[in-house]
């Protein structure tokens, strides 16, 4: 229950040989892509284990529907594009994603969604009501995947959808890369980035994330202090509190990071304008402007978000 709270407040990789004697019969040519997909499509049907349990595939899927703005990154990113027929209002990304403006994730109706592209696989990032029985009394098989509380939940998620979808060998190449990239800007920047504090905001009226969120994971991977990790001791706001004004002055956080700034239209610019904020150390000079949904979904641009932080202490001069 809390993962899926979480996940609304934060609101996608032959050989031959002849022997010798007479000449061989010239084998019938088939392509790299003509041998992985029919290797995928005898891979069904299949059982993945989701967040709503087991789930069986009969069939490779062709026609996806992804009502996760996550899931649909991880869907392109390990070789399952061509198979997704429509995705949802919020998937942004890739922008060859077939997104449809009238598909909502929050409250989408299945009729239409049946008319309009009937689906042979869904994917929730939470199960908003009835939803997935509304689906599997269609024969529709539904994957939920909730909100991941760390980089680490990610990969499993990614493995799942590529087993799901026939794409083994690209979701296991994206696991591979991204746990590589994530090491290597770990080991070049971890040293500088080590105890510097940050305030991470939501919106512009000051919600944040703790710690214990996945979002606070990217921080702590560097060995960044979160000061608002007090603000939600006992767990209460599931790693989503909203602070004051007059808290951050206390804290005076080294680094600010804007998560806002397509949301809300924040910049280091207005929040130098806000009453109170002037005595802040961070203003203006460590302000760093994200891109809202790079700093939110977990999925392969994780790494982005983690090179802008590692990029933004370094340009700063600022350690710990």
Do not use: K
Not at 4 to 30: D, F
Not at 191 to 199: P, R
Not at 242 to 255: G, H, I, R
Not at 279 to 291: G, R
Request: with cysteine; glycine share 8%.
């Amino acid at each position: 229950m809390q993962r899926a709270i979480a996940g609304l407040l934060a609101t996608a990789l032959v050989a031959a040989a002849c022997s010798a004697g007479e000449p061989a019969e010239p084998a019938p040519t088939t392509s790299a892509a003509e041998t992985t997909t029919t290797a995928a499509a005898e891979a069904f049907p299949i059982t993945v284990a989701a967040d709503n349990g087991d789930v069986t595939i009969e069939a490779r899927p062709q026609r996806i529907l992804s009502l996760s703005a996550a899931a649909t990154e991880i869907l392109f990113a390990i070789g399952a594009g061509d198979q997704v027929a429509a995705v949802d209002s919020f998937s942004t990304y890739p922008a060859e994603a077939p997104t449809d403006p009238d598909l909502m994730a929050i409250e989408p109706n299945i009729e239409a969604i049946v008319d309009d592209h009937d689906p042979d696989l869904v994917v929730l990032f939470f199960d908003p009501g009835e939803v997935e029985a509304s689906f599997a009394a269609l024969g529709i098989p539904v994957i939920v995947q909730l909100a991941p509380i760390d980089i680490d939940g990610i990969y499993p998620q990614v493995e799942l959808l590529g087993a799901a979808t026939g794409n083994v060998d690209g979701a296991a190449a994206l696991v591979a890369g991204m746990q590589d990239d994530i090491d290597a800007i770990v080991a070049e920047y971890g040293d500088m980035a080590a105890g510097v504090t940050y305030y991470h905001e939501l919106d512009d009226t000051l919600y944040t994330v703790t710690s214990t969120t996945f979002v606070g994971d990217v921080y702590d991977r560097l060995g960044m202090v979160n000061v608002a990790d007090p603000a939600d001791a006992d767990g209460s706001a599931f790693g989503y509190p909203q602070l004051s004004a007059e808290f951050l002055v206390d804290a005076d956080p080294d680094m600010i990071f804007l998560a806002d700034t397509v949301c809300c239209g924040q910049s280091a610019a207005t929040i130098a304008e806000r009453p109170g904020w002037e005595a802040l150390s961070a203003v203006p000079d460590a302000v760093v402007e994200l891109d809202d949904d790079v700093a939110s979904r977990p999925g392969p641009r994780v790494v982005d978000f983690l090179s802008v932080i590692a990029d933004a202490v370094a340009a700063r001069g600022v350690s710990g």
